[in-house]
Structure formats: C-alpha cells, structure tokens
C-alpha cells in the first residue's frame, strides 16, 4: 500500500521500510526543540533520567522568544534555568536575544530544518516546517525531555486529508486567507490526528513565506502536521539558509488519503476569524466593519519579510487612525535588519505603528500589547481562544497583514482593497498581481458599511 | 486503580489557554499551576475541587498550545481522571506522558451533568455514574501506552530503556 509523504518520512526515520496509519512507531530525531516556556520543564524531567548529556549537541535547539527580553523576574529565572542548561550540555543552537527570532522563523532561517527532515518541538506551531517538507510536529516538555536524552520519539502514524490546490490568489488575498478559510472548512478538529498534505498546480504559486504561514496554522485544524511538496522553490529556499545534503520526499502515487479537499486558489477573498475560534471565518465582505483598538502584526504566522512588506506597502505615507495602537514585531533579528534595510521600518514608524523587537509577547498575552477588558484585536497570529491576548472580555480576531494594516488606518476591520481605493489613497494594489477586483456583491456589501 | 469523585462539566474545544493562561506560564511549580487551574472558565473551580473528583469534557479537550502545564495544572488541583469525547493530540500525549488518567468516552461525556458522582476504574476503563445508574466502558489504551503509563510516565520509560541499552552495550564490549 502506498504511503504519504508524512508516512516516508516517519518510515525513513524508524528504519521501516513501510508504515501504515495507527501504526505506533518510534523514530530518530533530527532536531528536538524548546522555548522559554517548555524548556524549563523538560530541563527538570531530563534530570530525572539521570544521564549525563544530550543524544547530540548539535540537533537540539534552544529558543528564548515567548517573555523576552524577560518580562518579569519569573520570566528572568526561566531563561537563566535554560541558559545554564545550554551552556553546562554545550548546546549549539541556543540563541541569545541579540541572534534570536521567534522559534518557528528562526529554525528554518538558520538551515536547522530541510526537506525530508524529522524534527519535533515542545510548542505547538512546531508544524510550522511541512513547508520546507519536512515532517515536524509539536510534543509536550516530557517528549522533548526524553528525546533529549535518546534522540527519539514514539508517534502514532497518521493518516493523512489531501488539500489540492488549484488556479493562483488574487488582489490582496495571501496564504494566511488559504489557511483560515480551510480551518472555516474542516473545523478546529476538522484534521485531529491527521496530516495535512498540499498537492496541486496551485502549490508552485505560494512563495515560501506564504507556505510557513499556512502549515503554521495546520494545527489550528487539530492536524498532527501539515506538509508542502518539495519544489523548485522549495530547493532554493533550502540551498540559500544550508549547505547540509537533505533526501526530500514524494507521496506515492497510490498513497492513500482518508480525505480529499480541493481549492480554488483565485476563488479566495481576504478571510477574518472572529473570536473565539479560528475556524469562525467569515470573508471580508461578509463581516460587520467593528471598531478595533488595537492591530498586531507579527508572531511566528505572519512575522516575516513579505509580511512586513505588504504591510508597509498599505500603511506607507498614511497615519493609523486616531486612538489605534498598531504593534508590527518583526519574527527574527535577520528579518528586523532586512526591514530596516528596505525602509520598511521608517515606513511604518512615521505611519504612527510601534515596531517591537522580535518576541512572542502580545501573540499570547504575554506582554508588549496587552488587551484590556472588552478591547478589540485584529491580529495576524494564529489563535483568538477566550484572553489568548489580554482580559477574558477582550476579543482577537484574526487576518491577514494586508486586512490588518487596511483596519490600522480605519480603525475598524477593513478590506484593503477599500481603503486602497479610496479618494485620496490613490489606487494602489499588491504590486505583484495584477488589480483584482473583488466579486461585485462583495464590493456593494463593502461600500454599505 | 478505583477513584471517586464529583463532576466538573465543560464544553466542546476546551483549549489549553482556559485551562492554564498563559500569563501564569512564568512558573513551572505544579501548585502555583494548580491555582490557577480553569479560572478563565470557570472561576470556581480551584475552591470547589476535591481530590479525586472528574473532569468532563466535549470533544477537542485540551486543543491549542502544547504547554505541558495544562495537564500538570489539572493534576496537582487533584483532579484523578479526565473524561472526554475526544482530545486534542498534543494534550493526549502530555497526559499519558505525565501519567495524568485521562479515558475517551462519547457515551459518559454525553450523560454527565456537573456535581454527578463518578466511580472510575482506569485499568479496567469503566466509568461509572452513581449519581444516574449508569455504566460506561471507554476505549482502551494500546499496549505500548499502557507500558510508558505502567512505568510511570515516559520518564521512568526512557530511564530504564536507557539503562538496559546502556547495561545491554557493556556486556557486548
Ligand atoms: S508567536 Fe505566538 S504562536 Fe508563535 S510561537 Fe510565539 S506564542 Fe506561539
């Protein structure tokens, strides 16, 4: 029978020459991650194992990004606990604030995760590399623990929903709108247990960035990992971050898939999630235009390059609206550099938005953006669960950076292609697509408001 | 093991951010997690939980982040089993992991009201609901969770694998 591609690469790594779903397997690691948050706890159980060292110094990586730079004495503890750990194992891959990044954008920066790879992580967005195509998927403390000492770990192989993708997005729809209208799809549990593999001619048309962002959020659908084949693109983006050889890896023709879901890429509009679910979608024609107090944009989902840049593109020579707070944290010191660089920064600074140091701070209510009781959110992060951002009373929905920067400078949720539009905006449009203009029932619903 | 216990009832989806918010994620201590166990759902729970009561859940139980604090939050406020109708992947993992019981059973979830009392027999997987008369049996675990929750967790799992490798090794030398 054949396998998926998430099943090859969990058979590569268990020394099987096949697998099949249910099957309970233990496989080697190719990279064990932590943060901030998880690590302390793994760094007390690995104690427990009684071993002297890791499986391998250079395959566990050793990220502080959730409270840093520290929030708190706490927060200061925890990260010396996991410093010290790092420094006492010689642990290569621990990044200090001044080289660090959000963990899920700065594993794949730094050529720790290439294609065919098998890498698990004590955070959840750990699935985040299918987009380079490899399997990675988020575990506890005690996993990460035990797999530090063994550099192994037991799965349960999964069976696998197929997504096809087909024709190419147009006008401001980006690959954030793909995800959160398949998880509006299936549900928050709509993949439980279940890779997310995408197939199709649509794939080719997703740059990098846009295939991080969307694997990011597979587990917003309860998958166990979501996957991309690996492509041209793929292979550039691999030998640009590492010169380390990799064995990528193809579904096989008769894989099986318990499911089958296609997607007309160019039949995609900017999709919102409102509060408090991220399968709670509507698009944003059909969504009541809410006052907003605040716009995140940022985090591990939407925190990179081309994030930054189409959010500058919209804010650029305009002010955020008067009474809004608009925070932009760019995902990794490299991309702050990049948007520093590229004028990005001044851009967004002068447009009234506060730009932050790389962390994950206001993405889970940690600090730097905090809501208070009965604040509104528009976030281009990846979760609005009850007080994910602040107070139980405040609300986060989630978007894109193009709705998000559109909605900094109404201040109320707002479709970019309105505000780009209007007098006095000139008409500007994502620059690397040709004008698209929304479907006509669309716009009438978007002129009402 | 036999436990009994009252009923917490929730919904469906019940993410690791109620369960544990992440503002209290700057401790890894069990007791300070416990204290602040459910508040973002249910205010009364850290007061009103007894040692051995149950939590009921819909489906989805544990969904969101895979802070392993959630499962350690509900097992040091003395909760002695988490029954749902089905739990997100990482929270299963982290419970069996931790040696938190937790069973999956639709039938259970679907006629348990909050303050029932249930009787739970984990290795036999019955569930039983004095309050109502009724019984329950849930999914049993496959044989190889069975043997990381008999030694205790995947600690003492991995620490014996380990030495036995490590014990099987010397004597090839
Ligand atoms: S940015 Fe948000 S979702 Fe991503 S790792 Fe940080 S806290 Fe988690």
Redesign the pocket.
Same mark, same amino acid.
């Given at each position: 029978m054949g396998m998926t591609m998430s099943q090859k690469i969990l058979a590569a790594h268990a020394g099987l020459a096949s697998v099949e779903a249910g099957q309970l397997i233990e496989a080697r690691l190719d990279l064990v991650l932590g943060?901030d948050i998880t690590a302390p706890v793994a760094i007390r159980e690995f104690g427990r194992i009684g071993v002297e060292a890791v499986f391998d110094r250079k395959k566990i990586a050793l990220v502080p +990004?959730?409270f840093t730079p520290n929030k708190d004495i706490k927060s200061a503890e925890q990260c010396k606990m996991m410093r010290d750990f790092a420094h006492r194992m010689d642990i290569e891959n621990y990044f200090e604030i001044g080289e660090m990044g959000?963990?899920?954008a700065l594993i794949p920066e730094r050529g720790l995760v290439l294609p065919g790879e098998l890498v698990i992580g004590a +955070?959840?967005?750990t699935c985040t590399y299918g987009a380079a195509g490899a399997f990675s998927t988020g575990v506890g403390s005690t996993d990460m623990a035990a797999a530090m000492a063994s550099g192994t770990a037991w799965f349960k192989v999964p069976a696998a929903i197929r997504v096809t993708l087909e024709g190419e997005m147009r006008g401001w729809t980006s690959g954030k709108d793909l995800i959160l209208h398949l998880i509006g799809l299936i549900g928050v549990d709509g993949a439980l247990y279940r890779s997310l593999e995408f197939a199709g001619p649509g794939v080719a048309t997703l740059s990098m960035d846009e295939r991080f962002t969307i694997a990011?959020m597979a587990i917003e659908a309860g998958a166990k990992n979501g996957i991309f084949p690996v492509d041209e693109k793929t292979r550039a983006w691999a030998a640009s971050v590492s010169s380390r050889p990799y064995t990528a890896v193809e579904p096989d023709a008769d894989a099986v898939y318990e499911r089958e879901l296609r997607i007309d890429l160019s039949a995609l509009t900017p999709t919102v999630a409102f509060p408090h679910l991220p399968s709670n979608t509507k698009s944003i024609g059909a969504a009541e235009k809410l006052r907003v107090d605040q716009v995140v944009i %940022?985090?591990?989902?939407n %925190?990179r390059i081309e994030d930054l840049r189409v959010a500058a593109s919209i804010l650029r020579g305009r002010r955020v609206a008067k009474g809004m707070r608009c925070i932009v944290f760019p995902?990794t010191q490299e991309i702050y550099l990049a948007a520093l660089r590229e004028g990005l920064v001044e851009d967004l600074v002068k447009a009234g938005a506060v730009v932050s140091t790389p962390t /994950?701070g206001p /993405?889970?209510g %940690?600090h730097m953006g905090i809501l208070a009781k009965g604040e509104r959110a528009i976030a281009t992060?990846?979760?609005n669960f009850v007080g994910r951002m602040g107070h139980t009373e405040s609300e986060v929905y989630l978007a894109s950076p193009a709705v998000a920067a559109a909605s900094a400078l109404a201040g109320r949720l707002a479709d970019p292609e309105e505000i780009m539009k209007a007098p006095g905006h000139g008409a500007f449009t994502k620059a690397s697509t040709a004008a698209g203009t929304a479907a006509g029932t669309a716009t009438a619903e978007r002129e009402k408001a | 093991m036999k436990t009994r216990g009252k009923t917490f009832k929730y919904g469906d989806n019940i993410d690791t951010d109620v369960i544990i918010p992440?503002r209290h994620l700057n401790s890894i201590d069990p007791a300070e997690l416990a204290s602040h166990c459910m508040e973002d759902i249910d205010k009364d729970f850290v007061s009103k939980v007894r040692k051995g009561d149950v939590i009921v859940g819909g489906s989805n139980f544990g969904c969101g982040?895979s802070r392993e604090h959630a499962p350690i939050a509900i097992k040091a406020s003395g909760v002695a089993c988490v029954v749902a109708s089905s739990f997100a992947r990482i929270f299963y993992r982290n419970a069996i992991n931790i040696g938190l019981p937790i069973l999956e059973c639709p039938e259970a979830v679907a006629a348990a009201s909050s303050g029932d009392e249930l009787e739970i027999d984990l290795s036999a997987g019955t569930i039983r609901n004095v309050t109502k008369g009724a019984d329950f049996k849930a999914q049993p675990y496959p044989e190889f969770m069975r043997s990381i929750m008999d030694a205790g967790g995947l600690i003492e799992y991995t620490r014996s694998r380990l030495a036995s490798k490590g014990a099987a090794a010397k004597t090839a030398r």
């Open positions: 943060n +990004d959730h959000i963990e899920h +955070d959840s967005h990011n %940022g985090s591990c989902t %925190g995902a /994950c /993405c889970l %940690g992060t990846n979760r | 992440a982040s």
